[in-house]
């Protein structure tokens, strides 16, 4: 049997994380990132921001970020920058416990954040395909919707069969999801 890491074991018998937040304005309004020193938890994007000038990051308080919290920053400005750019840095530690194992959303969500790239799309069907069960577009979908890291596992990214974009954080970013794809084929050029 496997032995598991420090952060599985603690997440097995239900230890929680020392956690801090910040919020990074951006082009798609406020986006608070929660961290902890083993990773990324989540990321929430609020598109209810006025006036939104993207780079300014605002803690919660005035303590020490944590270092992979810094990184989730450094990643997400140069994203909204270029988005080509991010391959040249490392990518962000994702600490939740949704990705922690083998599951099927795991699996999809991985599958999705390592073969689809900047300014690519793929649908359920094949992103189902990919993850080793071709006839688990719905499934696909459920797991899109769990998602704790959108932009760092991209699933803005998949889009339906028909070419039609689909939806995005439950049906109310949809015009947000139509902005990232712009964004990244903008930059792609």
């Not at 939740?96 to 083998?102: E, M, R, S, T």
Request: aromatic share 4%; net charge positive; proline share 6%.
């Amino acid at each position: 049997m496997p032995s598991l890491s420090r952060s599985q074991t603690q997440a097995k018998i239900g230890i929680a994380c020392e956690q801090q937040t910040v919020s990074l304005k951006s082009p798609l309004g406020l986006i608070h990132i929660s961290s902890c020193r083993e990773g990324t938890h989540t990321i929430q994007i609020s598109p209810d921001c006025s006036d939104c000038v993207c780079g300014c990051v605002c803690a919660d308080d005035q303590k020490e970020l944590f270092p992979e919290c810094v990184s989730c920053v450094t990643w997400l400005k140069a994203y909204f920058s270029d988005p080509n750019t991010t391959h040249t840095l490392p990518s962000p530690t994702i600490h939740h416990p949704i990705l922690q194992g083998g599951s099927w959303t795991a699996c999809v969500l991985r599958t999705l954040q390592s073969r689809v790239c900047v300014g690519e799309t793929v649908s359920y069907a094949h992103l189902a395909q990919l993850a080793g069960r071709p006839r688990a577009a719905r499934a696909v979908g459920g797991a899109m919707r769990k998602n704790p890291v959108p932009l760092l596992i991209p699933c803005h990214r998949v889009c339906l069969s028909t070419g039609g974009a689909g939806h995005y954080m439950g049906g109310h970013g949809d015009q947000l999801k139509l902005w990232l794809l712009e964004h990244e084929r903008n930059t792609s050029q």
